[in-house]
C-alpha cells in the first residue's frame, strides 16, 4: 500500500480508505449495505491486514449508526486508525438540525464523538456547500475544533473550486486553519472535476479524496452491451448518482476496462480505481463492499499500475469536449501553469 501526504498537511494516508456507508445500511444506504458490528470487524481486518489506515463515514449515514458501528468495530484500535467523518447534512427535523452553523457543527461534532467512541476526530469534513451561512462563521468553528483537540484536520466535500478558493481565502484573510482536503465525485465515466476542481487543488496543495471511484457500481463490469445485469441490479438509465448521459458512451468505457483487465488478469474495477490514482492531485480513493471479497478485489487496485498506453486508451474512450473558457486557453496556450496542464496538457499533445 502506498501512502500519500494530504493535501500541505503532514498526514500520510493509505491510497485506499474504507468507505462505510454501508455499516448499518438503513434508509438510502440500504442499497450499499447492510453491514453490522461484526461484518465491520472483518472488513476493518481486511482493509488493515492490505495497509488501509483511513475509514471514512459521516454522521448522516444511517442517522448515525455507521459512526456507531466503526467505533465498536474498531474497539481498542482506534488509535492506529484515522477516522474521517461529515457534518452539514440534516440530523433532525429542527430547523437548526442541518447547515454548518456554529450551532449545528458543534452539537453535530459533541454525537459524533460520542457514536465513534472516540475523543477526537482526525479529518472533519464539511458534506455539503452551504450558502447561507457566513464562511467565517462555519470556519471560526473549525478552528475552535481543532485549537480544543476534538478535531485535528479539517476538510470540504462536494465542494465547487470557486466555494474552496472562498473558504480558503476566507481562512487565510482570518488565520484560521484551512481546509486540507476536498472530497467529491471522480472516475472514468464521470471527469467533471478535471475542468476547475483538480486545477485548483494543485494550485492550493489540496488533496482530493474520492468517493464512488466505481460509479456506484457502473464500472465493476457486470453492465455490459447486451448482457443482462444480474438480477436486483438497477438499470443503467435510471442513474442518478452519477447520471449516465450517454449510456452508449458508458458501455464504451466498460468494454475498455474490461479489456485493460484481461491483459492484466484482473477485475475491471481494479482498472477503474487504478486510473483514478493515477491522476492528478488524487490522494484516496474511497471503496466501500457488500461483502469481503468485494472488498478484496478493489484492494487489490492499490497495486496494479496502468501503462501510459492503457491510461490514453481510457482517456480516449470517456473523453469530452472542453468547455469555454478552457478550449479559449488552449487556443492561446503559452503561458500554462502545472495547474492549468492538468487538464490541457494531453490536448496540446494532441495538436502535435
Known amino acids: 500500500m502506498e501512502y500519500r501526504q494530504l493535501g500541505k498537511s503532514g498526514l500520510r494516508v493509505s491510497t485506499i480508505t474504507l ?6 445500511g438503513t434508509g438510502f444506504a440500504r442499497t450499499v449495505g447492510q453491514i453490522d458490528v461484526d461484518g465491520a470487524r472483518r472488513q476493518i481486518d481486511i482493509a488493515r491486514d492490505a495497509g488501509v489506515n483511513l475509514f471514512d463515514t459521516a454522521d448522516m449515514y444511517s442517522a448515525g449508526l455507521s459512526e456507531e458501528i466503526l467505533g465498536k468495530a474498531l474497539g481498542a484500535d482506534r488509535e492506529d486508525v484515522l477516522i474521517a467523518t461529515k457534518v452539514r447534512m440534516p440530523m433532525g427535523e429542527g430547523p437548526n438540525d442541518a447547515g454548518l452553523s456554529r450551532h449545528h457543527i458543534m452539537r453535530s461534532v459533541e454525537a459524533s464523538l460520542r457514536r465513534l467512541g472516540t475523543d ?3 479529518l472533519y469534513q464539511v458534506h455539503e456547500w452551504d450558502g447561507v451561512t457566513p464562511l467565517e462563521e462555519t470556519l471560526t468553528a473549525l478552528d475552535d475544533l481543532v485549537h480544543a483537540g476534538k478535531v485535528r484536520y479539517i476538510g470540504c466535500s462536494n465542494y465547487a473550486a470557486w466555494h474552496m478558493m472562498k473558504s480558503l481565502w476566507t481562512a487565510d ?7 486540507v482536503s476536498n472530497q467529491v465525485h471522480y472516475s472514468v465515466q464521470t471527469r467533471d472535476i478535471e475542468h476547475e476542481i483538480v486545477p485548483a487543488a494543485v494550485d492550493q496543495g489540496i488533496g482530493i479524496l474520492v468517493w464512488s471511484p466505481l460509479a456506484g457500481g457502473l464500472l465493476t463490469g457486470k453492465y455490459r452491451r447486451g448482457v443482462d445485469a444480474p438480477a436486483g441490479s438497477r438499470h443503467v438509465e435510471g442513474w442518478d448518482e452519477p447520471p449516465v448521459y450517454d449510456v452508449e458512451v458508458l458501455y464504451d468505457i466498460v468494454e475498455e476496462l474490461v479489456a485493460i483487465a484481461d491483459g492484466h488478469g484482473v477485475a475491471p474495477s481494479q482498472v477503474a480505481l487504478a486510473y483514478v490514482l493515477a491522476k492528478p492531485a488524487v490522494t484516496s480513493v474511497i471503496v ?7 472488498l478484496q478485489q478493489n484492494l487489490g487496485a492499490a497495486d496494479l499500475a496502468l501503462t501510459a498506453e492503457e491510461m490514453e486508451r481510457l482517456e480516449q474512450v470517456s473523453a469530452t469536449g472542453l468547455p469555454y473558457p478552457f478550449w479559449h486557453h488552449l487556443n492561446a496556450a503559452d503561458r500554462l501553469s502545472p495547474a492549468d496542464l492538468t487538464l490541457l496538457a494531453r490536448h496540446l499533445r494532441d495538436r502535435g
Open 173 to 179: 484573510r482570518h488565520g484560521l486553519t484551512p481546509f
Open 19 to 24: 468507505g462505510t456507508m454501508g455499516f448499518g
Open 120 to 122: 477526537h476526530i482526525d
Open 288 to 294: 466501500g463492499a457488500r461483502n469481503e471479497q468485494q
